[in-house]
Nanobody, 124 residues
């Protein structure tokens, strides 16, 4: 049974940085498209970033481009999300997900396994 566990969330001031990590077990992150999503209170879960299994190509939501970076450590079987220049609107629960959809990486339905989420709170 595949399992994804996110760590690294917390409280940070606007302009600060956090690094989220997703540890995978029961699957190999390099064999799957890996993504990060987030869900703010009262809002739908939304795509943040992804990294493709085949070539490691990354893709970002417009709202986080330049500020966030997704990476993969095959040796540790982890995926990370480096978040810089954080804004209060980045406050949300962040989820790691793995998928194998040949059609895309930005939809919730492109992913099969999900972590339990980690809270990120950015104060103004």
């Amino acid at each position: 049974q595949a399992q994804l566990v996110e760590t690294g969330g917390g409280l940070v001031q606007a302009g600060g940085s956090l690094r989220l990590s997703c540890a995978a077990s029961g699957l190999t992150v390099s064999d799957w498209n890996m993504g990060w999503f987030r869900q703010a209170p009262g809002k739908e879960r939304e795509f943040v970033a992804s990294i493709r299994s085949k070539d490691g190509t990354s893709h970002y939501a417009d709202s986080v481009k330049v500020r966030f970076t997704i990476s993969r450590d095959n040796a540790k079987n982890t995926v990370s999300l480096q978040m810089n220049s954080l804004k209060p609107e980045d406050t949300a629960v962040y989820y790691c997900a793995s998928g194998a959809s040949p059609w895309g990486v930005v939809r919730l339905t492109d992913y099969v396994y999900w972590g339990q989420g980690t809270q990120v709170t950015v104060s103004s």
